[in-house]
């Protein structure tokens, strides 16, 4: 089941910019392609420090 979303995800980035109408829609497929990478760090990061306040209290 997760190979199957894995599929449904996939996502090739030079085909839209080859087919992008401007230079701003290169940017925001960029932009968008990172955005899930920096939730997902800003989330670990939030975990690890709240985390580790609570170990510092006991």
Known sequence: ???FFA???QIDIE???QNA??????IGV???SLI???VL???AYTIYY???KRLNKE
Do not use: H
């Open 1 to 3: 089941m997760r190979s």
């Open 7 to 9: 599929c449904l995800q």
């Open 15 to 17: 085909e839209k910019i």
């Open 21 to 26: 109408p401007d230079k701003g829609y290169e």
């Open 30 to 32: 960029f932009i968008g």
């Open 36 to 38: 899930p990478f920096v």
């Open 41 to 43: 760090a800003l989330i």
């Open 50 to 52: 709240f985390n580790k």
